[in-house]
C-alpha cells in the first residue's frame, strides 16, 4: 500500500505521463481506505500524530479546533450509526471527531477580561473550520508517512443534535468531520483515484482562462466501469446529481443548527 | 531550516520531553516563513505540489476548489496590498490564491441538465472550505519535505470585493486564503511556536473533560518575551484580544459578502 512512485501516482490522477517531479514521496498516492486489518496504533503513535496535527498553521496562533477520540467500543457503535452507518467507522483502530472549538478560547478570553464577541462573525467560523481541516490534514500525512490508512467522515454532520450529545459538545463546538485510522487490509486495496486536470484547477493570475474539464468525464466513466458501476454516467452527471438538492442527507439544516450553537449570527 | 528531530519539536511545542516517536519526518517543525531568499521554485517543482494539493481528499470527489498563482509583479504587488501590505507576500517565489469553487462543478452539472441546487446550501460552503483547506496543507506538508518554506495569508479574506475584481473571480467562488511558497532566508530563522498541551484539544469519549490550558499561557508569555514583546501580556490575553469585535479588519461583512456570491443562502 501506498508504495506508487510520484510519477505511478501521477499517471493514475491525470491519464498521462508525469514531467520530471522532485522527490515528493508519499504525498501523491493517497486514498481513502475502509477496509482496516485488526492491529492496534499504539497510543504513542497516536500522541505523535496530535503533535503533527497542532503543528499545523494555525490562524494568529488561536487554535480554534480540538478532537474526540471514540475508541469504547459501545460509543463507536453509536458514532458509526450516526455517520450513516459506516462500517469502516466500527472497524478503524481509532476514530476522531474532528471539532470546530470556540469554546476553549471563550473561557481563556473571559477569565482575563475579554467578552470574544468577534466569534459571533462568520470570519472566526471560516477560520475555525481552516483551522481543524489544516491540522487534520497534517495529521493524515504523517499517519500515511508511518503507512496507516485514513478515510475522512463528512457524515459526521448528518446528525449534529445526536452527535453534539454523545459527545457532549458545549455551545460553539460543532463536529466538523471524522477520521477513521487503521491499517490498511492489502487484499483489498483501495485506487489511486484520477482527478481533474490540473489546466481545470490551477490558474494563471486571474480565474477560469479556458475553463474545461479536459478529458476528465471520459477518464472517470472508464474508471468507474473498470470498477463495475453502471457505465456512460460519467463525473459530470454523479457529481452533478450529488449537489441536487435531494441528496443533503439532513444537511440541508446546518445554518440552523450552527446559529443555534452560537456559529455565525453575524 | 526545519531540522529539529521530532523530539526536539516536541519539546519546543509542548514545554516537555517527548514520549517516545515514530519517525515523523517533518511533520512536527512546521512554522510560518516571513523571509524567503530570492531563488525561484522551479515550475515543475509547483506542478508536482499542485499534484500533491489534488492528491488530497476531496468530499465524494467533487473537488470544489481552486487555486490561482499571482506571479506578474505588478500584480503581485496588487494583492500584496489587499493582504495587509504583507513583505512576504511580495518576496515569495509563489503567490496562490486558494479558492473555494463551486463554479466549475455548476458548469459541468448544467451541461448534463442538472441545476445543483444544492449548492446554495451552508453544507456545500462548509465542504469546499474542507476541500480547499486539505489540498493546501497537503501541498504545504510536501513542500515542506523539499525545504520550501511557507506562510498562509488569511487576509486574503480583508477585501473580498477587490480580491474578486483582481482576480476575475465569478459567483460561485471565493478567495479563502492566500499562500506564499518560498526558499527560507535561514539568517532570520523563524521558530517553532508553542501550542495548547494535548490534555486541552485532544478529549477522550467526551468533550472537556479536565478543560484546562495547562501551563501554556506561561509558556507563551515566556516565548514573548524572549522575542521582545510586552512580557505579562499572555496568549488568553492577547488571543482574547485578537477575537475582540473591534479587530475584525473588513471580515465583519464575510456573511453577507458571501451570501451576495451565492454561498449560504439556505
Redesign the interface.
Known amino acids: 500500500m501506498f508504495d506508487e512512485t ?1 510519477t505511478d ?2 499517471r493514475m ?2 491519464g498521462a505521463d508525469a ?7 508519499r ?4 486514498r ?1 481506505i475502509r477496509h482496516f486489518r485488526p492491529e492496534p496504533i499504539p497510543e ?2 497516536v ?6 496535527a ?4 494555525t ?5 480554534l ?8 467500543k459501545e ?1 463507536r457503535a453509536k458514532i458509526a450509526h450516526l455517520c450513516a452507518d459506516q462500517q469502516h467507522v466500527r472497524d478503524a483502530a481509532w476514530f476522531f471527531a474532528f ?1 470546530i ?1 470556540h ?3 471563550r ?18 467560523f ?2 475555525a ?2 483551522d481543524a ?2 491540522a ?3 495529521l ?3 499517519a500515511e ?2 503507512g496507516i490508512g ?3 467522515i ?1 457524515a459526521l ?1 448528518n446528525h449534529p443534535a445526536e452527535v453534539t450529545e ?5 455551545e460553539g ?1 460543532f463536529g ?2 471524522g477520521l477513521c485510522l487503521g491499517w490498511p487490509e492489502q487484499s483489498l486495496r483501495e485506487d ?2 484520477p ?2 486536470p ?1 489546466e ?9 482562462a479556458g ?1 474545461s ?1 479536459g478529458d476528465y468525464d471520459q477518464r472517470m466513466d472508464a474508471h468507474y466501469a473498470e470498477r463495475g458501476l453502471k457505465p456512460g454516467v ?4 454523479r ?7 435531494g ?2 442527507t439532513g ?2 439544516v ?2 440552523e443548527w ?1 446559529q443555534g450553537r452560537g456559529f ?1 449570527r ?1
Open positions: 510520484p501516482a501521477w490522477r491525470y514531467p520530471e517531479l522532485p522527490d515528493l514521496g504525498f501523491l498516492d493517497h481513502s504513542s503513535t500522541a505523535g500524530l496530535i503533535a503533527a497542532q503543528s499545523a498553521a490562524s494568529s496562533n488561536l487554535q479546533w480540538s478532537a474526540v477520540s471514540v475508541q469504547n460509543r471539532l472549538d469554546n476553549r478560547l473561557i481563556a478570553a473571559r477569565a482575563v477580561g475579554e467578552e470574544a464577541r468577534g466569534l459571533d462573525y462568520t470570519e472566526f471560516v477560520m473550520l481552516i481541516a489544516l487534520a490534514e497534517r493524515v500525512c504523517a508517512s508511518l485514513i478515510c475522512y463528512g454532520r454523545l459527545l457532549e459538545l458545549p463546538v466538523a468531520f489511486v483515484k482527478r481533474l490540473q481545470a484547477v490551477w490558474f494563471r493570475e486571474r480565474y477560469g475553463l474539464l460519467n463525473w459530470s452527471m457529481s452533478g446529481k450529488r449537489v441536487d438538492e441528496h443533503l444537511r440541508e446546518l445554518m450552527l455565525m453575524r
